[in-house]
Structure formats: structure tokens, C-alpha cells
């Protein structure tokens, strides 16, 4: 596999549910970045690890969401309690950290949440 | 307020013609990277900017970064219907070790045959 992968790709819950999704980074990539994008808006940055250590995690919108990544490799995005707000396609990204400000980013293909 | 300013948000033009996204900023980034994105899928890299007053060409696009390093432009030649789609600037804000990437709100492209 040569791309960051997402699963599940699309994921209709009710409202009150809890939900996990799950990013597989490019092999060796030590950086994962979790995104929310709404519909006609880019990206907005959620929080991010540097191989297990969640690095940033203030832009997490609520403590209802909560990242892990246990092992440095996969990575988990829960979101508790979903509300009708929280539908948004999620994305992921790996980059390989340098300590190269220009590192590039790359994306998976997202999980589209649909709370109903 | 989005620290990316994308303009225009939507453009629909005839294939053929010739097109230029502008992405603006108040912050300087130590560098500038454009994805394209289509509907339901994640954004693709396209090219990333470094150094200011760089140009760099793919194919029928050229990108440049300003010589402040606080805004770039996509500029499409003989736009193609196969360019449709949403186009994002994000930024690398110098000052932030984390290299998170800040994106603007995107261009909505549509190119008519």
C-alpha cells in the first residue's frame, strides 16, 4: 500500500451515538494529522502525533473528540455523543517528519459522517 | 475568518480558457502547498511553493509564491474539463513547530466542454 487509507469510508449514525474511525498513515511516516471539512469549506485542523505523542490536541472541538495513537503506527478519531453538527467528512494525513518546516502532507480519501 | 483568503469561490468558465486562483494571506508561511480535491475523495498534492518568488510549473499550471511568502496564485492554461474541481491552497505557518497546515476555503472549478 502506497496511500494513506481511512475506514470506514462512509458511517450514518443517530444522534447520541458514539463513533471511531480509523487512518492508516503511509509506512514510516511519523506525523499524522486528523482534518474536519465541511461542505464547501477546506480542511480544518483537529490535532496531530509525532509517532504516539499527540502533539496537539487545543483545536479538538469539543471533549467529545478524543485521538489516539497507541503504537505510532494507526490511528483512532472517536467522537462521543454525536450531534447533527458533527457531520463532516473527516480526513487524515502522514507526513515524513524531518524537522523540515516544508514537509509535505498526504491525504487519505476521508470518512464521510452523517449523524441523523 | 479563515487565516487563507481563496478568491474567486467558485468559477465556471469554457474549456479553453484561461483561468487564476489567488490564495492571500496576512501571515508570512515558510511554504505554501496546493491540493485538488474532487467530491468525496481526500485532497491530492499538487505542488508545494518554498521560496518566495518561486514559480513552478505542472503541465498547463503554473504556481507562484509571492516574494513575501504571503500569498500564491494557480494559474490554469487552456483549462480542460478534467481540471474540474475544488482547488486549496494551505499554508505552513512559520512559527508553528507542529507544520500544521492552515487551508483556505477553496476554489469550487467547473469547466464546461
Known amino acids: 500500500d502506497t496511500g494513506v487509507s481511512q475506514d470506514p469510508r462512509h458511517k450514518i449514525t443517530k444522534r447520541g451515538q458514539n463513533v471511531t474511525f480509523r487512518c492508516d498513515p503511509i509506512?514510516?511516516?511519523?506525523?499524522l494529522y486528523w482534518y474536519r471539512q465541511t461542505l464547501g469549506q477546506g480542511p480544518e485542523f483537529l490535532t496531530y502525533?509525532?509517532?504516539?505523542?499527540?502533539?496537539?490536541k487545543s483545536r479538538l472541538l469539543s471533549d467529545r473528540f478524543s485521538a489516539e495513537r497507541p503504537k505510532g503506527s494507526f490511528s483512532t478519531l472517536e467522537i462521543q455523543r454525536t450531534e447533527q453538527g458533527d457531520s463532516a467528512m473527516y480526513l487524515c494525513?502522514?507526513?515524513?517528519?524531518?524537522?523540515?518546516?516544508?514537509?509535505?502532507?498526504?491525504f487519505g480519501q476521508g470518512t464521510r459522517l452523517t449523524v441523523v | 475568518t479563515q487565516l487563507l483568503e481563496q478568491s474567486p469561490q467558485f468559477l465556471s468558465i469554457q474549456e479553453g480558457e484561461n483561468l487564476t486562483v489567488y490564495c492571500n494571506s496576512s501571515?508570512?508561511?515558510?511554504?505554501l502547498q496546493w491540493y485538488r480535491q474532487e467530491p468525496g475523495e481526500g485532497p491530492v498534492l499538487l505542488v508545494t511553493v518554498v521560496t518566495g518568488g518561486e514559480v513552478k510549473k505542472l503541465k498547463r499550471l503554473t504556481f507562484q509564491f509571492g516574494d513575501a511568502r504571503k500569498d500564491s496564485s494557480l494559474h490554469i492554461t487552456a483549462a480542460q474539463t478534467g481540471d474540474t474541481g475544488l482547488y486549496l491552497c494551505a499554508g505552513a505557518i512559520e512559527d508553528n513547530a507542529g507544520n500544521m497546515l492552515t487551508f483556505g476555503g477553496g476554489t469550487r472549478l467547473m469547466v464546461k466542454p
Open positions: 502525533f509525532q509517532n504516539e505523542a499527540q502533539l496537539e
Open positions: 501571515s508570512v508561511f515558510s511554504s
Open positions: 494525513a502522514s507526513s515524513p517528519w524531518t524537522g523540515d518546516m516544508n514537509t509535505e502532507a498526504f
Open positions: 509506512s514510516e511516516h511519523n506525523r
